[in-house]
């Protein structure tokens, strides 16, 4: 199992930017391919972007795609979320999850381990 911690959230203007890390710990990092997803109030989880294990290959939801940033970082056992140009339907509580499967997926049930979750709000 690996435990998941997201930090970096918090409240920001539209058209600001906010970076978020989720720190893992426990079993090999560089094993699981790496997921955010997020959930507005009253809205099922919705898929925003995933890495490959060594940090190559990404995937991004279409709502998010060119504003949004993954990357990882094995040796600091971390993965990122560089959010820029925000809009207020960005709005949500973003989770980091870990998949033990190979391949980049957007399906929630393909996501193994999840985290707390860090609140962004935008502000319009």
């Known amino acids: 199992q690996v435990q998941l911690v997201e930090s970096g959230g918090g409240l920001v203007q539209a058209g600001g930017s906010l970076n978020l890390s989720c720190a893992a710990s426990g079993r090999t990092f560089s094993s699981y391919t790496m997921g955010w997803f997020r959930q507005a109030a009253g809205k099922e989880r919705e898929f925003v972007a995933a890495i490959s294990r060594g940090g190559v290959g990404t995937y991004y939801g279409d709502s998010v795609k060119g504003r949004f940033t993954i990357s990882r970082d094995n040796a600091k056992s971390t993965v990122y979320l560089q959010m820029n140009s925000l809009k207020p339907e960005d709005t949500a509580l973003y989770y980091c999850?870990?998949?033990?499967?190979?391949?980049?997926?957007?399906?929630?049930?393909?996501?193994?381990?999840w985290g707390q979750g860090t609140q962004v709000t935008v502000l319009s």
């Open positions: 999850a870990a998949s033990g499967t190979l391949g980049l997926s957007s399906r929630v049930t393909s996501y193994d381990e």
